[in-house]
């Protein structure tokens, strides 16, 4: 049983347990749980009536101490509450397996503001736990405040400098600010808030901004320059954290523009941060804002080879899974984190030098694999989570996609993971695919994407800017590409009837060359109208017409078989491959060459246009 302390608290400060969110729409369940009767939930308290149990074996409401134990030397964690009423508190921990026991426990009779102190050792967690609170009330009601999990303070305390890049997200970015701004405590960790806005909407514009800037005071730095994508964005934000006073010696807090914050994640960021044993990269999980209780990823797991930048699906993962009716036991390590809310010391940026200016995706999963070669890990914190757009409801066949292929084989390039015939293989394979799909504009992204990255460096002198534009207007000259209303698609009755996908093929290469054969010679006929989600390559080659509901439920793609560009563009990219796997050893030769004048000081500053 763990010692009880009745002595001055001390410490710094790890996180909080809160009872509800503070301003975002989220389950009270993320925070905690009345298992027995009833509670009142508030943000810092929780009235608990008489015969009840409370649990904060929670999302929010756990101390993830299996991090602790393995990133820090921090022994104990000590946890205070204020406590009025008459009840029982309890510290429970867990184990790798979901096994709890109970650590220390408090009865209180008749108490007024009574604080109470508990200590709980960290060493039985390598593999996996947590601690957390429990409170259990008889024949009298317990209410319980001001609960703070405390750790022995660091040598060197660094506040955190917050950098958030927007781009027309104006409502999100205020409401970002604003959560930041209505928690005093989570403030006082802040040093500055760089916000780069990119975008014609501006954060500016907003009623709320005046007084947005005026809660936050001089810590708010608001930056307007030309759209550079997320990598530019955020690295104007880091460039001038870096560059001033005191940024050698700063902790750089990345967060996406598209984002609900709990404020207490930067508390938490910033403590696990300071305690590491050597610097280390500590992010943010990303939860699904239109599914709060849902987690999007709990750790991201690179597959360069695969083209594949994160989102752990093995059986250890709890990605895709409800917080709600899930805990997260075991540790899980990460090769990188996104920036939809990630902390990077500036040891890192010292060593590795700036992101790449690739205008936004993998410029993270880059950043992140650059900083694990060059000897500094990456920790993803439970507990320490953002609300995100929820990806899954965004279509794969997007014009970002452009981004995603070209960026990818740069980021495998520059990590040495590009073999040309295993990559050609690969892409083959996925270009194939495309085809089979009716999806002439996502080939036609493909080649573009393939073609720039075989130019070579120079490709990136904008920081791409200027690719953007010319994206959109190659997809839009493919109908499949535009989303229309189901009602006014004008497929024939006769050709919609809406079809299930038969199972994934036992030989998946023997079934796309035959569905491709089939398309070569016409022979696909009738239609279908087919779910999202349901949209397999195999399923969707049976037909000559496909009306498929896009990921985000807001209308449907049609896409029809089209012989000509089936062989167009079929001939285009092969040959571009057959390019790809004789060049492909140079090509990474000339990227690798590139790469410290790439993420240099001197290149931003002539993209920020300051020199």
């Not at 079809?499 to 398309?519: E, F």
């Amino acid at each position: 049983m763990g010692e009880k302390r009745h002595g001055s608290g001390e410490g710094m400060l790890a996180q909080r347990t809160f009872f509800t969110a503070q301003s975002f729409l989220a389950p009270d369940g993320m925070y905690a749980l009345a298992k027995v009767g009833s509670a009142v939930q508030e943000r810092e308290r929780v009235i608990v009536e008489p015969h009840a149990f409370v649990t904060t074996n929670t999302y929010f409401g756990r101390f993830p101490a299996s991090y602790w134990q393995r990133w820090t030397e921090i022994a104990q964690v000590n946890i205070e509450a204020v406590v009025s009423g008459s009840g029982k508190l309890l510290i429970v921990a867990t184990d790798s397996l979901g096994n709890d026991r109970v650590v220390a426990r408090e009865t209180v009779s008749g108490a007024s503001g009574q604080t109470l102190r508990f200590t709980a050792a960290i060493d039985r967690f390598v593999d996996g736990g947590a601690l957390w609170l429990d409170i259990e009330t008889g024949e009298h009601r317990l209410t319980v405040e001001g609960v703070r999990w405390l750790v022995n303070a660091p040598r060197e305390r660094r506040p955190v400098s917050v950098v958030i890049c927007t781009h027309n997200r104006a409502d999100y970015c205020i409401d970002t600010l604003g959560e930041l701004a209505g928690d005093p405590v989570a403030l006082a960790h802040v040093t500055a808030v760089h916000v780069t806005d990119q975008g014609d909407d501006t954060v500016e514009s907003r009623e709320k901004f005046a007084e947005i800037k005026q809660a936050i005071g001089d810590k708010l730095h608001y930056r307007r320059q030309a759209n550079l994508g997320g990598a530019g964005g955020f690295t104007r934000g880091m460039y001038e954290v870096i560059e001033g006073d005191g940024g050698e010696r700063a902790h750089v807090l990345l967060m996406d523009d598209d984002i609900k914050l709990e404020s207490d994640t930067v508390v938490r960021l910033s403590a696990l941060a300071n305690c590491t044993v050597e610097p280390t990269i500590v992010g943010g999980q990303n939860l699904c804002e239109l599914h709060p209780g849902q987690l999007f990823v709990d750790s991201d797991i690179a597959n360069l080879p695969k083209l594949r930048a994160g989102i752990d699906r093995t059986e250890e993962s709890l990605s895709g899974q409800s917080m709600l009716e899930e805990n997260q036991d075991r540790r899980v390590d990460a090769t990188h984190n996104a920036w939809w809310c990630c902390l990077i010391p500036a040891e890192v940026v010292a060593r590795i030098g700036y992101p790449l200016p690739i205008f936004f995706q993998w410029d993270d999963v880059e950043y992140g694999l650059r900083a694990r070669a060059a000897g500094f890990f990456t920790v993803t914190l439970p507990g320490a989570g953002v609300w995100h757009q929820d990806l899954h409801w965004k279509g794969w066949d997007d014009w970002a996609r452009y981004f995603h292929y070209r960026n990818g084989l740069i980021t495998a390039a520059l990590r040495g993971q590009l073999d040309p015939k295993a990559m050609t293989e690969f892409l083959a394979f996925d270009f194939a695919e495309t085809l089979a799909s009716m999806q002439y504009g996502m080939a036609a992204t493909m080649i573009r994407a393939i073609e720039d990255f075989m130019r070579g460096p120079e490709v990136l002198a904008d920081g791409g800017a200027e690719v953007v534009p010319a994206i959109r207007k190659l997809r839009a000259e493919y109908p499949e590409t535009h989303i229309v209303p189901a009602a006014t698609a004008g497929v024939p009755a006769d050709q919609v009837p809406i079809t299930v996908p038969a199972a994934t093929p036992s030989m998946p290469r023997l079934v796309l060359i035959k569905r491709l054969l089939n398309q070569f010679r016409n022979s696909p006929g009738g239609g279908a109208a087919i779910r999202a989600g349901s949209e397999h390559w195999w399923h969707v080659s049976r037909f000559r017409t496909a009306m498929i509901t896009d990921p985000s439920q807001t209308g449907v793609r049609v896409r029809k078989l089209d012989r000509d560009l089936l062989l167009r563009l079929g001939k285009e990219g092969m040959r571009l491959l057959w390019r790809l796997r004789r060049e492909g050893d140079d090509l990474v030769r000339r990227w690798q060459a590139a790469e410290a004048q790439l993420t240099s000081k001197e290149n931003w500053e002539r993209l920020f246009g300051t020199r």
